[in-house]
């Protein structure tokens, strides 16, 4: 079993910026499409940012909603991936969860895909 461990959520207002991180002591780390997730009180499980393995120069992709704002990252030699969120909106309250998928290329967006979570760090925004 992969563990993946959330951190850095919190009570933010409208405007600010939030860093998440999501570290795993996983020897492979390296090899592990990444992605985030968030889900608000009441709604599924939504997307919003995922970075590739290593071997393909770590590709990004994000939800619409987020792009221009949000900035997902990966060291490798950390074992940590971060999600630099900026501009913060009370639409942005929702549990954030980090997920993995050993060993393809492309991280996709379906939750499906994805065999490792982590338990998720909430995210505030007040307005």
């Known amino acids: 079993q992969v563990q993946l461990i959330e951190s850095g959520g919190g009570l933010v207002q409208a405007g600010d910026s939030l860093r998440l991180s999501c570290t795993s002591p996983?020897?492979?780390?390296?090899?592990?499409?990444l992605a985030w997730f968030r889900q608000a009180p009441g709604k599924e499980r939504d997307f919003v940012a995922a970075?590739?393995?290593?071997?393909?120069?770590?590709?990004?992709d994000y939800t619409d909603s987020v792009k221009g704002r949000f900035a997902i990252s990966r060291d490798n030699g950390k074992k940590t991936m971060y999600l630099e969120m900026n501009l913060l909106s009370p639409e942005g309250t929702a549990i954030y969860y980090c997920?993995?998928?050993?060993?393809?290329?492309?991280?996709?967006?379906?939750?499906?895909?994805?065999?490792?979570w982590g338990q998720g760090t909430q995210v505030t925004v007040s307005s």
């Open positions: 997920a993995g998928h050993f060993g393809i290329a492309t991280a996709p967006r379906l939750t499906s895909e994805y065999h490792y």
């Open positions: 996983v020897r492979t780390f390296s090899g592990y499409a």
């Open positions: 970075i590739g393995w290593s071997g393909t120069g770590n590709n990004t």
